[in-house]
C-alpha cells in the first residue's frame, strides 16, 4: 500500500502566501485603493509587515528563482512607504533591490546618475520575465523624483518613463494587479495597480511641469503641456487641474476671456474646483465686471463654508494620493485660495464700496461674529491675511453708517475706544522710514502691542462717532468728538531724518497707506467734520478756520473744499467762495480713494451742499474771475 508524502511548502511558497495574505489584509480594511485618515494605523502596520518579508527574502544571496517574489514585495513595501512620506528609505530599498538583480544578470552598475543607472538597468532586463518588475519598481521611483520636485531628473528620463505605459499594458503580470480577487496562491499580488499608477504618475508629471514653466514665464509652452495633459485618463480632479492651469497660463498671457472659458471649464469637471471660483474673481476684478465679481466672491465663500471645502481636494484617491505628488512650490501657489473669512471681508468691502450697502454690513456683522465666535471658543482660524480686530470693528462701522445705523456704529466705535485708550501713550514719535524700507517700523510698547495703530484706531472711532451725530443733526456732540479725535492725533511727533520729532505740519502729507499719510487723512476728516458742524450753529469764522486747516492736512477734501465755500460766501468772500468751489471740482480722487479703508473716506451722510444751486449763484456773480 502506497502512501502519498505531504511535502512541507518551499520558503519561495511561504513568502508568497505571506505576501497574499497582507495584500488581502489591506484591501479588506482599506476597501480599494483609498486611504482615509482612519486607515493610516493600518498602513503603518502593514508597511512594517511588508519590510520585515522583505528583510526575510534579502537574508538570502539573491536567487533567480525568488527575483520576482522579492520584487514584489520590494513594489508593495516602497508604495507604503512612499504614502506615508517615507521617500528616501524607499527608494535606498528600490536601488538595493535593483543591484540585486543586476547582480543575477551579470551587470554590476557603477554609475551613480540615477538616469543612467536605470537606463543600465532596464537595458539588463529586456526580454527577460524580470522586466516588468523592474519597470513596475521604476514606477516608484518616479514617483520618488516627483514627490521631492526632481523635474529636471524626470526630463531626462522622461521618453523612457512615457514609454512604460506600452509595457504596463501588455505586460504578463497585468492580472496580478491589486483588488485581484479568487485563486492567488501561485501569484503574487500588488497592494496597487501599477497601471493607475502610471495614469496617476503621467498627468501629475504634466500639471507639475507646466506649474514650472508657468512659474518660469513660459506661458506658452506651459499651456501646450497642460493641454495635453487635460486628454490623459485621469481623476476628474486632476483634470480640472489641468484647465485651472491652462487658464492662469491663459492670464498671464493677457487672453483674459479663454482664461475664463478654461475656469469654466474646470468647473465643470469637478464642482470643488475653488481655485478656479477664485481665479475668475480676479479675472472679473480685472476686467472691472463688478456685477461679477461680487457674484464671484459670493459663491466662492459659501463653498469654502461647506464641509468638504476645508479637506484637501486630492487627499484619499489613491492609496498614493496626488496631493502626495503635486507639492512643489510653484504649483502650491497657483493652486492658493483665501480662506472663507478673507473672502468674506473683501464680499463686504466690495459691496459697500459698489452701493450694495445692506448686503456689505450683513457680511461684516457675520465675519465679526465668526471672529467673536472663535476667539470664545479658544479656536485660532489663520488671519494674517486680515486687518487687525479694531480695524475690521472701523470698517463695519463706517458701513453701518453708510447703512442710516448711526447708534449700531457708535457701540462699535465705543468698543474700540474701550479696548484702546487706556493704552494709549501721552506723546508718540514717528519716525520718517528708510526710502528702501516698504513698510514703516511702528512703536512697539512694553507687551508688544501697536501703538500707533492704537492711536490711530481710537481717532478713527472718535472720527466716526462726530459723523454719527453730524447724521443726527447733534452739532454740539459732533464738535466735542471731532475735537477728540484732534486732541489725539497732536500727540503724535514726526521725526525727519537728521531734525528733531515736531508736531507734523498740516501740510505735511505722507505717501498713502504710511501711518504720516492716515494721520494726516484723519486729521483733515476731523477738522472739515467740525468746522462743517460749526457752520450749522453760524460760528463761521471758527468754521472757516478749521475748514482750511483741513484743506491744508487733506488738500483733495471735496466736503471740506465745498464748504468752505459755502462759509466764505456766507461771510460776503463771493469771490473767493467761486474760486474755492472751482478748485474743488476740479479734484480727481476717486481712482486713490477706492484703495482707502472705508472708515478712512469721506461721509456721504450729514449736511450736503448741491454742486448744481452752487454753479447757478457762481453764475450770478457774473464774468467767472480770471485764472
Known sequence: MSHKVCQPPSLLDRWMQENNELVNKWQQKAGGDAVSRDQKTHLRSCSSEFHKLLQKIQGVPPLADHTQLELTVVYNACVCSVAQSHFSEAELLLIQATERVLQITGDNPVATDPPVFWKTALKSVANTALNSSIQYILCLQWAIWLATCQLKTIQEFQDELFSLSESLSTGDRVDR?????????????????????????????????????????????????????????????????????????????????????????????????????????????????????????????????????????????????????????????????????????????????????????????????????????????????????????????????????????????????????????????????????????????????????????????????????????????????????????????????????????????GKQGTDLYILQRLKGLSLAGRGISFSQTDQLREALRDLQLSLQAFPDCVGAGLWCGEVLWRLGRRREAAACWEKTWSFTTQSSAENLSLYLKEPQSGPLLDSTELRHRIQGLGPTLSA
Not at 465 to 490: E, F, M, S
Open 177 to 509: 494587479r491589486s483588488g485581484a480577487s479568487g485563486k492567488s496562491s501561485d501569484i503574487p499580488l500588488l497592494v496597487m495597480d501599477p497601471r493607475r499608477l502610471f495614469e496617476l504618475l503621467q498627468i501629475c508629471t504634466y500639471i507639475a511641469q507646466g506649474a514650472e514653466k508657468l512659474s518660469e514665464g513660459q506661458s506658452s509652452e506651459a499651456l501646450s503641456v497642460l493641454q495635453t495633459a487635460s486628454s490623459l485618463p485621469a481623476p476628474k480632479t486632476l483634470v480640472a487641474y489641468t484647465h485651472l492651469l491652462s487658464g492662469s497660463c491663459l492670464t498671464h498671457m493677457s487672453c483674459p476671456q479663454m482664461a475664463l472659458q478654461c475656469y469654466r471649464k474646470a468647473l465643470e469637471t469637478d464642482s470643488w474646483c475653488v481655485c478656479a471660483l477664485y481665479q475668475s474673481m480676479l479675472i472679473y476684478r480685472q476686467l472691472s465686471n463688478t456685477q461679477a465679481e461680487i457674484q464671484a466672491l459670493r459663491l466662492l465663500h459659501s463653498t469654502l463654508m461647506l464641509p468638504s471645502a476645508t479637506e484637501p481636494a486630492l487627499a484619499g484617491t489613491h492609496l498614493l494620493s496626488p496631493s502626495l505628488l503635486l507639492c512643489s512650490k510653484p504649483l502650491n501657489s497657483l493652486l492658493s485660495v483665501p480662506s472663507a473669512l478673507f473672502v468674506l471681508h473683501s464680499l463686504a468691502q466690495k459691496c459697500v464700496i459698489y452701493g450694495r450697502v445692506s448686503e456689505g454690513v450683513e457680511c461684516y456683522l457675520d465675519l465679526l461674529n465668526t471672529l467673536h465666535s472663535e476667539d470664545q471658543h479658544g479656536m485660532h482660524t489663520e488671519v494674517h491675511s486680515l486687518p487687525r480686530l479694531p480695524e475690521l470693528y472701523l470698517e463695519a462701522g463706517a458701513a453701518l453708517l453708510m447703512a442710516r445705523r448711526p447708534t449700531d456704529c457708535m457701540a462699535l466705535c465705543d468698543e474700540v475706544i474701550s479696548t484702546t485708550l487706556e493704552l494709549l501713550p501721552d506723546k508718540l514719535v514717528l519716525e520718517e522710514p528708510e526710502e528702501k524700507c516698504e513698510a514703516e517700523a511702528r512703536p512697539v510698547g512694553e507687551e508688544g502691542e501697536d501703538r500707533v495703530g492704537m492711536l490711530l484706531w481710537t481717532g478713527a472711532a472718535y472720527l466716526l462717532q462726530g459723523h454719527c451725530h453730524t447724521n443726527l443733526k447733534d452739532w454740539k456732540q459732533a464738535v466735542t468728538h471731532y475735537t477728540r479725535c484732534i486732541n489725539l492725533l497732536v500727540k503724535v511727533h514726526f521725526k525727519r531724518r537728521g531734525f528733531q520729532p515736531q508736531i507734523p505740519s498740516v501740510d505735511m502729507v
